[in-house]
């Protein structure tokens, strides 16, 4: 389990689909309604709200819950959500990187405090952990959307810069202001992507023992429930031994 990706096969093996199936629609939504309040509320005209119907539609959001928050975000009493980033450590001193959309600072930055110092870690400085990160577009395709050997192929030609295949699937990075025309030029050959959207990948990646992993885990989950938060990137490698153990 790579601290980038792979989020989805953690929140299978640890179950409670249902409730984690409510909690990432809401924070599709949230993520729509800034991006289309960020710029025009058309998808086609706006890269940010595209990426974002995207991987909403890939998450099986259903069409009208994707529509309303389009709307919501020309609506007077819309909410203003504000978008921070927290960087620390975790168990085995892995790096984070926790991207939230808030309407309360105060409320978030205590919730993730905790979250991180009861589970192993610590926040650090603004930048204390993502120097050690490349800032990168990922475009995630399934497994089932072609062989390696074709997807390396079609994602050359499309510009990326990396492709990883793995049964889990086919991530694709590219440099983030390539992001969107990459990830067109892959969806007229492959389909719709999974997903299209800025990235934190990291340089260097630690493993991670059982026991850390335990701790790592419980962590990710704790910040995951959180409705502010996004995203965790981490540059954590956990084995399938470790996470067959733990499951």
């Known amino acids: 389990m790579a601290g980038h ?33 960020s710029g025009l509320p058309d998808p086609a005209m706006n890269a940010r709200l595209r990426a974002a119907v995207i991987t909403a539609r890939a998450g099986g959001m259903p069409k009208d819950n994707i529509e309303r928050s389009i709307n919501k975000a020309s609506a007077s009493d819309a909410e ?13 001193g892995v790096s984070l990187i926790i991207e939230a959309l808030t309407d309360n600072r105060n409320r978030t930055a205590t919730n993730v405090r905790t979250a991180v110092s009861k589970n192993g870690g610590n926040l650090g400085a603004s930048g204390s952990v993502s120097h050690a990160f490349d800032r990168m577009g990922l ?21 990326a810069q990396d492709i990883t295949s793995s049964d889990d699937g086919h991530e694709i990075w590219t440099d983030q202001g390539s992001l969107h025309e990459v990830a067109r030029a892959l969806e007229a050959v492959l389909g ?19 026991s850390d992993a335990a701790t790592l885990l419980k962590l990710i989950d704790a910040l995951d429930e959180d409705d502010d938060v996004q995203q965790v990137w981490g540059n954590y490698d956990v084995s399938d031994e470790v996470m067959e153990r733990l499951a």
Do not use: C
């Not at 629609?25 to 800034?34: G, H, M, N, P, W």
């Not at 203003?80 to 085995?92: A, D, K, L, S």
């Not at 299209?196 to 991670?208: F, G, S, Y």
């Open 5 to 37: 990706s792979k989020f989805k096969n953690i929140m299978h093996r640890k179950g409670a689909q249902d409730k984690k199936r409510a909690a990432a629609f809401s924070k599709l939504a949230r993520e729509i309604t800034v991006a289309a309040k």
């Open 80 to 92: 203003t959500y504000e978008e921070i980033r927290y960087e620390g450590f975790g168990p085995g």
């Open 139 to 159: 475009i995630n395709f399934p497994a089932e959307a072609g062989a390696p050997d074709a997807i390396f192929e079609a994602a050359l030609d499309a510009g």
């Open 192 to 210: 719709e992507p999974e997903g299209a959207k800025l990235a934190w990948r990291p340089q260097v990646m630690v493993e991670v023992n059982e």
